[in-house]
T-cell receptor, first 111, second 116 residues
């Protein structure tokens, strides 16, 4: 079946690193995505990783993929107050274009 | 290049009325997706359309909901005889023909439907 799970809350201090974790069940997933949603807004695509990759880095963002354990993480370096938002993990499985989303992790950044 | 546009941003309907939600994809995009987000939850896929065709409607409720993406004009998500449980944020996303680099989908700002 299709299922994506995330922890619901994460609180970090400004300047620290944040690590948001996600697990998925569909072994045929081809692409995995991280989206950011600010209050009252739509979803902003942050980054993605193809399933044959282990890691992808994009400025302050690092995505790690453990395909064996079906575990995905997003690391945000030097977390800022502007990073406070809900972060969604999503997968696209092989034959379909629809995305399967986790419930979202609410990141709170405090001084 | 304007992003995905949705209107209205907020919509209030009484039980039993009809709701029409509109989505204009990004320029050059021919694939449109509709998702629903209930409070404190993630997004749930509803339907995937290309121009004049419904490709995947596996997430659409069997009754009262319909979607179209005509040759000209925006995609429309239509909810007939709304009930309180339809209150949610409805997001539209689009992607380019052929899926682009990574099949990424670009989301609009959403329409927040409130049924009173």
């Amino acid at each position: 079946g299709e299922d994506v799970e995330q922890s619901l809350f994460l609180s970090v201090r400004e300047g620290d690193s944040s690590v948001i974790n996600c697990t998925y069940t569909d072994s045929s997933s081809t692409y995995l995505y991280w989206y950011k949603q600010e209050p009252g807004a739509g979803l902003q695509l942050l980054t993605y990783i193809f399933s044959n990759m282990d890691m992808k880095q994009d400025q302050r963002l690092t995505v790690l993929l453990n395909k064996k354990d079906k575990h995905l993480s997003l690391r945000i370096a030097d977390t800022q107050t502007g990073d406070s938002a809900i972060y969604f993990c999503a997968e696209k499985n092989g034959g379909y274009n629809k995305l399967i989303f986790g419930a979202g992790t609410r990141l709170a950044v405090h001084p | 290049n304007a992003g995905v546009m949705q209107n209205p941003r907020h919509l209030v309907r009484r039980r039993g009325q009809e709701a029409r939600l509109r989505c204009s994809p990004m320029k050059g995009h021919s694939h449109v997706y509709w998702y629903r987000q209930l409070p404190e939850e993630g997004l749930k896929f509803m339907v995937y359309l290309q121009k004049e065709n419904i490709i995947d409607e596996s997430g659409m409720p069997k009754e009262r909901f319909s979607a179209e993406f005509p040759k000209e004009g925006p995609s429309i998500l239509r909810i007939q005889q709304v009930v309180r449980g339809d209150s949610a944020a409805y997001f539209c996303a689009s992607s380019p023909p052929g899926g682009g680099e990574s099949y990424e989908q670009y989301f609009g700002p959403g329409t927040r439907l409130t049924v009173t």
